[in-house]
């Protein structure tokens, strides 16, 4: 073998660990990512963060707090995807039944028509559904959601997810998209579900904010 074979063969036996460190970082890069993306969307869970919130979850995956112990609402106004002004504020009296959603997620497509429907026997009673519509960079998709299933209560236009951030710490994760609250008539957080609902887990959620005197 040549002098110059030699060093080829000690060039490539040098570089060889390298290139299988270089592909381990690349794959455990990209397993990362993939992990933080379906993170972001999925039919949900039960852990809202840390934070003394006095949630109590229950076995159905939806969390209450005994009338006592609520927090107030954040301030939440600002444009909603069809470009009006609204302020949550003003539907104080009303039993306000909050959803998080994004035209991009998988999960909040599967309960949009669940919302639609039960909004519609209920709005009649003193309830008021409310969106908030986040990590859709334009409103064009956002109001093509809104279209393709016919939803006609408003939502807030929130892409980088700030009216999220308002709530008390452990209220909402920003990792749990679809995710949904009912505030009762006097703007208290009264109830929490960190996944996609029924149309009959919906139900359950607000009926026993909706009895309240």
């Known amino acids: 073998m040549s002098a110059a074979s030699r060093a080829s063969l000690r060039l490539n036996s040098t570089n060889r660990p390298t290139r299988t460190r270089n592909r381990a970082a690349l794959l455990t890069a990209g397993a990362a990512v993939a992990a933080l993306t379906l993170s972001a969307c999925g039919s949900g869970g039960t852990s809202g963060g840390s934070g003394n919130t006095n949630f109590v979850t229950g076995t159905n995956g939806i969390a209450t707090v005994a009338k006592d112990g609520r927090a107030a609402a954040p301030e939440l106004a600002g444009e909603t995807v069809n470009g009006t002004r609204l302020d949550v504020a003003d539907y104080k009296g009303k039993v306000v ?26 709005k009649g009673q003193g309830v008021q559904f409310v969106g908030i519509n986040t990590r859709d960079t334009s409103v064009g998709p956002a109001k093509a959601f809104e279209a393709d299933y016919g939803i006609t209560y408003p939502s807030l236009f929130d892409p980088t997810g700030k009216l999220m ?14 995710s949904t609250l009912v505030i009762d008539r006097d703007g208290r957080v009264a109830a929490r579900a960190l996944q996609a609902l029924s149309e009959d887990k919906l139900r359950s959620m607000l009926k026993p904010v909706l009895a309240e005197k």
Request: hydrophobic share 40%.
């Open 165 to 178: 951030l308002r709530f008390k710490k452990g209220t909402l994760n920003p990792q749990l998209i679809p």
């Open 97 to 122: 039944v909050l959803n998080v959603w994004g035209s991009w997620c998988p999960p909040c497509r599967a309960e949009a028509k669940n919302f639609e429907k039960v909004y519609q026997d209920v």
